[in-house]
């Protein structure tokens, strides 16, 4: 099922400190943006370097990787990395950039990525995952 949002939702602002130093070099990222489907995500924001997922069956089923005990779960069955969350936004409003191309820094993401990070160097290979 495709992602949905509400095009008139109140302003909200928000800070969480990591936005500004997850994309260490901008790259290739999906024209348009998407809206996630956030059926099965329980936090209250999906947070800048989140890891997105895409389904097999549905093109246009964009979701965040889901994530249990401050870590990130297995990859569900019929979903593939699709790449990286650009920006911090509400949950209620989850639509954004989404990165599959550029250097990322792996200690700013919000989970780590160390039991996923040969995957994701294998479905996103021009995705680079460094830090200082």
Known sequence: MPGTVNLSNELE????GMDSVVIR????????GRSLNMEGFNEKYVKAGH???RSTNDEYDYKPMPVSDNAYSSLPE???YAGIWV?????????GAIQYDGEINDKAL????DSIKA????ALPSL?????
């Open 78 to 80: 019929n979903y593939e």
């Open 110 to 113: 919000p989970y780590p990525i």
């Open 87 to 95: 920006r911090t936004t509400p949950a209620s409003d989850a639509r």
């Open 13 to 16: 602002s928000f800070e969480t």
């Open 128 to 132: 680079y995952f460094m830090h200082d």
């Open 25 to 32: 070099r901008k790259g290739g990222r999906i024209i348009g």
């Open 119 to 122: 995957a994701l160097k294998t």
């Open 51 to 53: 890891i997105i997922i």
